[in-house]
């Protein structure tokens, strides 16, 4: 029984593993930080396979073909230690030899895949190699993973918080993330190479190494499944307003409106760091169908405390909100030279809105002025455009 639930264990860590590996290399959103990420849940989810072969080769016999899988362990460490160094120093000088950390995976595959292929001969000189790489938990490799968490583990320690000045909401939480994924890595390769220490049994395959893997697997891939926003990339977020020409109501009138009354001071902060970081960073408001579940699924908070939010805290109705940081959107990229020789309507379909009508009800609304007057008022040349206002 016992054995059966840890090959469903090891085939669920597979199947998950290899989702979330695949999701992060190749989503369209923006985890090119991340790749190295990617490729650390891939390499877990190949050995899982592997793992999933030796717990379930006990019942049934499974090609030999799976044992190529485990030479995917040789890239964990080397990726997590990537990783990190891409999030924390993305201008690192040595990025160019990165290809170096590689080598190990390259020459342990290779002669896995030789054994393989060997298998099929009775060459000597195959079972020689098969004997070297049978179980790829050596001292030297596993003391060589431990330098890679080494190195990690001083990366996190010497990192200086206050130097970075995009949104630092977004970067403590990243920060928060990689102390955690930090302490599981050191954990993994601290346990198995004390564990291979103490039992010196080089010749035996033992499961529990690899259940210690799978676990760091699902850990990371449960922290993507339910933290999704912790991966993508930071971008600089703009401010709010700048520019006088857009009316915003006082903060006088929050007595008038529903308010947060249940939020602490900090969670109702946090709430609204979020809120920034979410819609301004990733642009979300460009999104022609943009509604508050949106913004709820990519926040975490739910759709009535976000409309409560915004309410108490701009004097806003969702879709006023929206409008307003589209309205800005448009002022920032009005004399862009990208649109330059876009009309006043494909400005306002650029900035998100659906139609021409919604820009002019939206601008009328919180600038007091229709798009062509505002136009006028901040297009260096507007005289290059004046065929196409708005009517």
Partial sequence: MIDILLSLFFFIATIAGLATSFMVLFSKKNYSKSFFLGMFLLSLAVVSIYNFYLSANM?????????????????????????????????????????????????????????????????????????????????????????????????????DLKKFKGNQFHRSKVINWIRVYNLMILFLFSALFVHHF???????????????????????????????????????????VSDNTVLIKSKEVKNSLPITHELTVDKKEDYLLKLDYVLNAQKLFLKKDFVIRDLSDETGISVHLLSNLINSEFGLHFQDYVNLKRIEYFKDKINDPEWKDLSLEGMAWGSGFKSRTTCFRAFIKHTGKSPSEYFKTIRINPDRTSAYYFK
């Fill in 198 to 240: 103490l039992l010196r049994k080089i010749d035996v395959v033992d499961i529990s190494c690899y259940f210690l893997i799978s676990t760091v697997l699902f850990f990371t891939v449960g922290w993507l499944y339910f933290r999704p926003q912790i991966f993508h990339d930071e971008e600089e977020a703009f401010d709010f």
């Fill in 59 to 159: 019942f049934k016999e499974f090609p030999d073909l799976f044992t190529i899988t485990k030479s995917f362990i040789f890239l964990a460490a080397p990726c997590s230690f990537l990783y990190v160094r891409n999030i924390l120093s993305p201008n690192n000088k040595s990025k160019k030899y990165d290809w170096v950390h590689f080598i190990p995976f390259g020459i342990y595959f290779i002669l896995t895949l030789f054994v393989y292929i060997g298998s099929f001969t009775n060459f000597k000189i195959v079972a020689a190699i098969e004997s070297i790489i049978k179980n790829p938990f050596s001292i030297l490799t596993l003391t060589i993973w431990l330098f890679y968490v080494f190195f990690q583990t001083m990366l996190i320690l010497n990192y």
